[in-house]
């Protein structure tokens, strides 16, 4: 029997107001945006895609993008009035929304309170202004604490971003500044190590040689070490390898992923993961938003575009998203998926240095393990 994993909802909203030279996102800058037009878009890609899941309870709904918190809380009221028609919803449902925090974004908060966003994801990045402007942020240190101090006055839930192992960044900069992050006082924080993506502006530089100041490889894991280190103390430790969060505030839509759920995604780019008829199936938007725009107009009704996962795609894509959350991975669910068994000898091995732990159906990355875990990941699936 299949566990139930949860169900979520995701809305990409694109538009950015500049584009940072480390996202590898799907986000693009416009001067106008027809949020009309957006609107009968969201809306009409609901009810098909509703239609396509009946019966379901929804767990979660997240506004990811690109800055949804530029869209008009009208907007998002009127998506989560069609949301709540069209699927029967969970006592606790969370419906998070992800801001930047320039001052005008944040005076919306009160807005997207009452549209029914009860979870904020704020992009806050660094808590040095120097190290903002490199990271081609568009506010301040200032402007970050006084959007904190509004999140956590409007919403229950409030999670912020930051990234470390940036250039020029000393192990010493980033306790000081993790120390100030904490006595914000979030119950949820995400804290990326900085990585270098193709296609990206700084993934151009560092390839003529202009990315300068990055840390060893060792000095970004003293950084992970620390950050656990201190996060712990808090009493935020972390649930997954980036993600940290008091008790009972971790985020219920990102472990919808993790733990291999359901999830509808909308929007350009947006993905999905859907049981049908027995089978994982994937979806994915078209990733230009003109384009996504003219082929939901043109499409009024009609299936959920869908490509059948192979067994063993569905089996590596569950190993590599849940053992990066501290709870790990049920082995029965992978064998669900893939009608095979863990490769035993591979996973007593890894046991036996220290880098994998099991325990009754469940499987899980150590600390150290967590360091090294594309090396496991290659070595299970070889």
Not at 115 to 125: D, E, M, P, T
Not at 137 to 148: E, F, M, Q, S
Not at 163 to 171: D, P, V
Not at 220 to 237: K, S, V
């Amino acid at each position: 029997m299949t566990p139930n994993l949860g169900f979520g909802l995701y809305i990409h909203w694109p538009f950015c107001q500049s584009k940072c030279p480390y996202c590898d996102f799907n986000s693009h800058v416009e001067t106008a945006i027809d949020q009309k037009r957006w609107q009968q878009a969201y809306l009409a890609e609901i009810a098909r895609c509703g239609a396509e899941t009946t019966g379901r309870i929804l767990d979660s709904v997240y506004f990811g993008g690109g800055t949804p918190s530029l869209m008009d809380p009208d907007l998002v009221s009127l998506i989560l009035e069609r949301v709540r028609q069209t699927w029967r919803q969970s006592n606790d449902i969370e419906i998070t929304l992800e801001a930047n925090p320039t001052s005008v974004e944040a005076g919306r908060f009160a807005g997207f309170r009452n549209a029914g966003i009860n979870r904020v994801s704020i992009g806050v990045q660094a808590l040095q202004d120097q190290h903002l402007r490199q990271l081609g942020r568009l506010h301040t240190v200032n402007d970050a604490i006084g959007a904190i101090e509004i999140a956590t006055a409007t919403f229950p839930r409030v999670n912020f971003d930051l990234i470390y192992a940036r250039q020029h960044q000393s192990l010493t900069d980033w306790r000081s500044e993790l120390q100030q992050a904490l006595s914000l006082g979030t119950s949820h924080m995400s804290l990326y190590q900085l990585t270098i993506e193709e296609g990206t502006v700084f993934h151009a530089r560092q390839m003529r040689g202009l990315l300068l100041g990055l840390p060893k490889d060792d000095q970004a894991a003293d950084m992970f070490d620390l950050t656990q280190e201190l996060c712990n103390a808090a009493g935020i430790p972390s649930y997954e390898v980036s993600n940290h969060a008091s008790m009972g505030q971790e985020s219920r839509h990102n472990l919808i992923y993790w733990r291999g759920g359901d999830y509808v995604g909308i929007g350009p780019g947006a993905h999905g993961r859907l049981l049908h008829d027995g089978h994982r199936v994937a979806t994915e938007g078209i990733k230009t938003p003109q384009a996504w725009l003219d082929g939901v107009e043109r499409r009024a009704n009609g299936e959920l575009p869908r490509t059948l996962m192979l067994s063993k795609d569905a089996g590596a894509e569950y190993l590599m998203m849940g053992l990066r959350v501290k709870e790990g991975i049920r082995p029965s669910h992978y064998r669900h998926l893939t009608g095979l068994d863990l490769p035993k000898g591979k996973i007593q091995d890894l046991i036996g240095l220290r880098l994998l732990m099991e325990g009754q159906d469940s499987l899980h990355a150590t600390q150290s393990g967590i360091l090294v875990l594309d090396a496991i990941l290659r070595d299970v699936l070889a």
